[in-house]
């Protein structure tokens, strides 16, 4: 059996239906009736303008963040620890807004001060965790990790310390921000922004011409391949490691902006939301391709966005979208190494 | 025990390792098994004793036929095997590496097998203390170790695969006094090895091999030339050199010395003139990679220093990317796993070692420029070609296209190793065109024949000692095959070649 | 604080400590054996409500247990299996396994959020509960803190003195030789994986029948144990005894953290709960940071006798890993 564009999507088609399969069976197991599941998802997403729109909200953190760590996989890196990265995004956004919102300057030039400090503030993090591998040796995955839980700690106290709500703090965030800080939506009470849509976009536009066509982009994919025979052609690895968690931090940070400016208003506990672990799944899915994560993230956005109405309409849990992305990402995994496995076979016995 | 190895053949892809060999190996002897890297020694060994299994031949011992597909399996008809690299486990105590894998109880009898290590050990005098860290060990004292664990697990035939490698003269001596009492007490002992001077004391019999075949065989008293002869093949008349006019210092080495694994090696001096070429000769595993390593920048040496160009410039201790600015290019021998990337294009090489300006790809100069260098060097693929699909030749040529314009030093690493003749001619004129413009190679080759036919001087590598550089005029494929076994080291010195 | 009241805080922290045992002993052994399993923090959460699920239908502490260890065994073979015999890499699959599984468990555990389930109640061992000081502190526990306490030894005993357990030692770290040893690593290492993931199953159950009975789904406070878990396994230097040492003392700072609050207003209890976090890094930076590149090459410059003290120091500091974790293991 050869290797042919046709049995690899053959495998991919395979993998989805499984996923599919499986989540049935969870359904079943559950008491649950998984048509009426399906189509509650697919309602809860595309049902109406109104979940539509907050389909394209939940996109747009997420194609960022899944830019970013394109880069990160390039270079054969695990960035774990890019959920810590988005909130610091957040944290630095924040900031910018209190610093410089009362100070006279005009609101436009407030928020994008508040996106240039979300960039730091990702890359800032990300780098650490970059220095701690380059020159601590620590694992990325870990050292992420435990600066994931560093940054919550430290996004917590600021919401319940120094930049807590006047009078009592409380779990909702800091005091939100005055509507002329709040990044233009579509409709006053919609969360879709339309300049965040375009940034995202340009994102992940940005990381395709980057890996495909500069130098630099070659160069990180020479390293991710092989870091060895990178260095003897004479690319300084760890300079374009470090290079790449900056980058990747950066378009976190932006990601945590976005939250802040467009879509809560305010810095609150749960500022990343799980987007920095669902990118890594959707850069998995997509095999590090960037030509698909525009429309995989979208697919994914629409499970997260689509199964809000679940618990109210049919009395299961939202997490049904984590299923379905997570045996998803599963079983592609597992069926590019049966067909490596399969295709080895076919090899030796010709 | 009688062992009988008959119609042995095994293939690895499209190296033909092991070709129909049959050998005949009584019991109370040592058999040495003698051959150049590559020739397929280690191969037939690991299927004896049940690492590999093989495609077609049959083992026998004492005249029945038995079924090796298992390194357990060959434990079991008591045949152990030590491997060049030991396989052992160095953060464990000996004793516990000692009853790893015996089939016993739950719980195993520590002071039983302390009593049954030690007693063991006093019969051959070996120094060991079972509650000592492997890691802590010398590579003689390891080999001790794993002799008194196959021993204690009921061998009775004992590969073992050269042993004499890194460990030091004392614990040499040990090893062949404990060889010959072994052979003494009925084992049947096989000893690979490419040291001749070994073979030639300790064996009973030798056999050879050459490029996967048995070629021969020879008793004592042995006569060097002869196994020379078996091992490297006889000499080629030597097309006529041009002799080099050497020019400036490219590379000064001063009184280096490196720490490998294994082996040390100590105050190297050697000065490379512009447009000359240096063999590095020696098996595999005698310290030329390393010190080809340190050329490049690649491994820190731990005395002495390397020096650049006519200024002297002291690169001692800089990254090899500060060699490379500095013009000095380093060929790998693992050419898809230390020199290429798999997956890219050869265009995509090409882009990367040029280092055009810019900040995207300039698609038509990219391509340009692969077609050029396709062409130039003669690479059999197209500038979108995977360097994974390419022939070991065409990666080989693909290595050479990569390497920038102006060049003082080229440091190769086998660069022929597996290639048909016409690819190797052809890689060589390029590198010959090279010396011609100025410069400096210095390549490692276990390929007599070429060391003699381009270099202009020899360093030869043994266990880690290096003669001063001798000229090749003076050097014969007897000699230069007998000084990489070991032999005829004595009147180096008189005769070290001056730059 | 009476002297009452702290040894029974104490008493509350080894409780506490006792899932964070089973995980991290289960997880010693998989890695000893060259697996990581990093569905760690979900295989704990989907072993929790799957435990609690089979418990509270059954009416049995003992089956909820074994469904606990039998979930952290399936996951585990999971992990397993893309490693070992499709060659894919563990920490991709593990890191999926970890999100899917936790997503699994809020799901499926929904319809028994709240609910009120059999629970492990307290044993005291007559006689011994009533010795000054250790008594309160070790012997008027439930069942599975003793467990626990014995697992530490087992365990240990088990890797360190069986044949078995020399056996799995050589596997992970060098499985050539375990090979020609007689040794058939891809089974062994399947056996152990799924065994280690058996044990760290186990820790699940212990929080939702015992520790933390119930389940409460996202605020069931049990997110992010199971990453805890894979730190405190290489802070333990892949040990029982140290490992356990590392999850006494996570119990023990979170505790401390949650004493502390009242003395500081301004700091939310968050903030303190994650304090080891920071160790966990520290830690792991000092343990890795011999084999850096520009410390060997500066190691390298060096006169010998400075050089081979700081080695020396270094590999006391350095915590090696199992050679072989992490690695496929293949012939040719």
Redesign the interface.
Same mark, same amino acid.
């Not at chain 2, 004793?49 to 590999?52: H, K, L």
């Not at chain 2, 396989?87 to 464990?92: A, E, H, Q």
């Given at each position: 059996m050869r290797d042919t564009p046709a049995r690899r999507v053959l495998f991919q088609i395979g993998a989805v239906v499984l996923a599919l399969l499986v989540t049935t069976v969870v359904l079943i197991a559950a008491k649950a009736p998984p048509l009426a599941a399906f189509v509650n998802i697919v309602q809860g997403a595309f049902g109406s303008w109104d979940v539509t729109s907050n389909v394209l909200v939940a996109w747009v953190p997420l194609l960022l963040v899944t830019s970013g760590l394109l880069l990160t996989f390039t270079v054969g890196l695990w960035n774990i620890g890019i959920e810590g990265q988005i909130i610091l995004g957040g944290i630095f956004a924040t900031w910018a807004l209190r610093v410089y919102g009362s100070s006279g300057m005009s609101p436009t030039l407030v928020l994008i001060l508040a996106f240039v400090a979300g960039m730091a503030g990702g890359s800032l993090w990300a780098m650490l965790a970059g220095a701690l591998k380059t020159f601590g040796g620590v694992n990325e995955i870990f050292g992420g990790l435990g600066l994931n839980f560093v940054a919550t700690a430290l996004n917590i106290w600021l919401i319940f310390g120094p930049w807590k709500r006047p009078g009592v703090a409380s779990m909702s965030g800091t005091l939100p921000f005055d509507q002329r800080l709040w990044m233009p939506t579509v409709t006053p009470q919609s969360m879709l922004s339309v300049p965040t849509v375009i940034i995202a976009v340009a994102a992940i536009v940005i990381v395709y011409l980057m890996i495909q066509g500069t130098y630099f982009g070659l160069r990180l994919k020479a390293v991710g391949k092989n870091a060895k025979a990178a260095y003897i052609l004479g690319i300084p690895t760890w300079q374009h490691m470090m290079a790449s968690f900056a980058l990747c931090g950066l378009f976190a940070g932006v990601a945590g902006a976005v939250q802040v400016t467009a879509v809560y208003h305010r810095l609150i506990p749960s500022i990343s939301s799980g987007y920095g672990y669902l990118g890594l799944m959707v850069a998995m899915l997509i095999n590090y391709k960037a030509a698909f994560a525009a429309p995989v993230a979208l697919f994914f956005a629409a499970l997260n966005v689509g199964s809000i109405q679940l618990p109210i309409v049919l009395r299961l849990d939202s997490s049904l979208a984590g299923v379905l992305q997570g045996t998803l990402v599963l079983f592609v995994l597992l069926g590019q190494g049966l067909r490596q496995r399969v295709l080895k076979k076919s090899q030796v016995a010709s | 025990m009688l062992v009988e190895l008959r119609d042995i053949n095994k293939t690895?892809g499209k190296v033909r390792a092991n070709a129909a060999i049959s050998l005949k190996i009584p019991p109370a002897s040592i058999q040495g098994i003698l051959g150049e890297n590559g020739a397929g020694k280690s191969t037939l060994m690991k299927i004896l004793?049940?690492?590999?299994t093989p495609d077609s031949g049959e083992i026998l011992l004492d005249g029945k036929a038995v079924q090796i597909h298992? %390194?357990?399996d060959a !434990?079991r008809h008591g045949i152990g095997?030590l +491997?060049q690299d030991p *396989?052992?486990?160095?953060?464990?105590r000996l004793l516990?590496d000692f !009853? /790893?894998?015996r #089939?016993?109880? *739950?719980?195993?009898n520590h002071r039983k097998a302390a009593r049954e290590f030690r007693e063991l050990a006093g019969q051959f005098g070996f120094a060991l203390d079972p509650e000592a860290y492997v890691d802590s060990l010398t590579v003689g004292e390891r080999q001790q170790l794993e002799i008194l664990r196959l021993l204690w697990l009921g061998a009775r035939i004992l590969i073992f695969d050269e042993p004499t490698t890194g460990i030091s003269l004392p614990q040499k001596e040990k090893l062949f006094a404990t060889l010959k009492k072994l052979a003494a007490e009925g084992m049947t002992v096989l000893f690979v090895s490419h040291k001749l001077e070994d073979v030639e004391f300790l064996c009973t019999e030798a056999a050879v091999l050459r490029q996967g075949e048995l070629v021969g065989g020879a008793e004592p008293p042995f006569d060097t030339q002869r196994l020379v002869e078996m091992m490297f093949g006889k000499e080629v008349p030597l097309a006529p050199k041009k002799t080099a006019r050497p020019g400036g210092k490219v590379l000064s080495v001063k009184s280096v010395s490196i720490e490998g694994v294994r082996l040390q090696i100590r105050g190297v001096d050697l000065n490379v003139r512009a447009g000359e070429v240096i063999g590095l000769a020696g098996m595999e595993g005698s310290g030329q990679s390393l010190f080809l390593g340190a050329c490049a920048g690649l491994t820190? %040496?731990?005395g002495g220093s390397f020096c650049l160009d006519e200024d002297e410039r002291d690169m001692t201790?800089r990254? +090899? /990317?500060d060699f490379?600015k500095r013009g000095v290019a380093?060929l790998?021998a693992a050419r898809l #796993?230390?020199?290429?990337?798999?997956?890219?294009t050869l265009t #995509? +090489?090409f882009? /990367?070692?040029e280092? /055009?300006g810019?900040?995207? !790809?300039d698609r038509k100069k990219a391509e340009a420029l692969a077609r050029e260098r396709i062409s130039l060097f003669n690479i059999k693929g197209t500038p979108e070609s995977v360097v994974e699909a390419l022939s070991g030749g065409n990666q080989q040529r693909a290595l050479l296209a *990569?390497m920038r314009r102006q060049l003082s030093l080229i440091l190769v690493e086998h660069p022929t190793r597996g290639l048909d003749i016409e690819s190797t001619i052809y890689i060589w004129s390029k590198l010959k065109e090279r010396c011609d413009q100025g410069t400096a190679i210095v390549f490692i080759s276990s390929d007599l024949d070429e060391i003699l036919q381009y270099s202009d001087r020899v360093l030869v590598f043994f266990a880690g000692q290096v003669s001063p550089p001798l000229r090749a005029e003076s050097l014969s494929v007897e000699r230069l095959g007998a000084l990489i076994g070991g032999k005829l080291w004595e009147n180096l010195p008189k005769e070290a070649a001056n730059a | 604080m009476t002297e009452n009241e702290v040894l029974r805080s104490l008493a509350g922290v080894l409780a506490a400590a006792g899932p964070v045992i089973f995980g991290v002993t289960g997880e010693t052994i998989s890695e000893r054996a060259g697996i990581i399993n990093l569905s760690m923090n979900g295989t704990i959460l989907l072993s929790a409500m799957g435990g609690f699920a089979v418990s509270l239908s059954t009416h049995s502490l003992v089956l909820g247990f074994l469904a606990g260890a039998g979930i952290g065994a399936l996951v585990a073979t999971v992990v397993a299996f893309s490693s070992i015999t499709l060659k894919q890499s563990q920490v991709a699959v593990g890191f999926v396994l970890a999100l899917l599984c936790r997503d699994l468990s809020y799901f499926l555990g929904n319809p028994i959020m709240g609910q009120m389930g059999p629970r492990v109640s307290l044993l005291p061992i007559p006689g011994l509960e009533r010795l000054p000081l250790l008594g309160p502190l070790l012997f008027t526990q439930d069942p599975m803190t003793y467990l626990s306490f014995i697992l530490i030894f087992l365990a240990w005993f088990f890797i360190f003195r069986t044949r078995p357990g020399l056996m799995l030692r050589g596997i992970g770290e060098k499985p050539a030789a375990a090979y020609v040893r007689g040794a058939n690593v891809g089974r062994l290492r399947y056996f152990y994986a799924a065994l280690g993931g058996a044990v760290a199953g186990l820790a699940g159950p212990i929080y939702s029948l015992s520790v933390k009975a119930g389940w409460k789904g996202t605020i069931s406070g049990l997110d992010g144990i199971g990453w805890i878990v894979l730190a405190i396994t290489i802070f333990g230097g892949w040990s029982p005894f140290r490992a356990a040492l590392g999850a006494y003392l996570f119990a023990f700072l979170q505790w401390f953290g949650l004493v502390l609050q009242p003395s500081l207003p301004g700091v939310p209890s968050q903030v303190l709960q994650v304090a080891p976090f920071p160790l966990m890094i520290l830690t792991l930076l000092l343990v890795n940071i011999g084999q850096a590149d520009w410390v060997e090459r500066t190691l390298a410059r060096m006169p010998e006798s400075v050089r081979r003290d700081l080695s020396k120091v270094l590999r006391a500091m350095n915590v090696t890993p199992p050679a072989a974790l992490g690695t496929p293991f293949e012939k040719d």
């Open positions: - | 690895f004793s049940g690492f590999y298992s %390194p357990a !434990i095997m +491997h *396989l052992d486990f160095p953060p464990m516990d !009853i /790893l894998g #089939e016993g109880g *739950l719980f195993p820190q %040496p731990v201790g990254s +090899h /990317l490379k380093y790998p #796993e230390q020199g290429l990337v798999p997956g890219l #995509e +090489h882009v /990367l070692s280092g /055009l810019g900040f995207f !790809i *990569l | -």
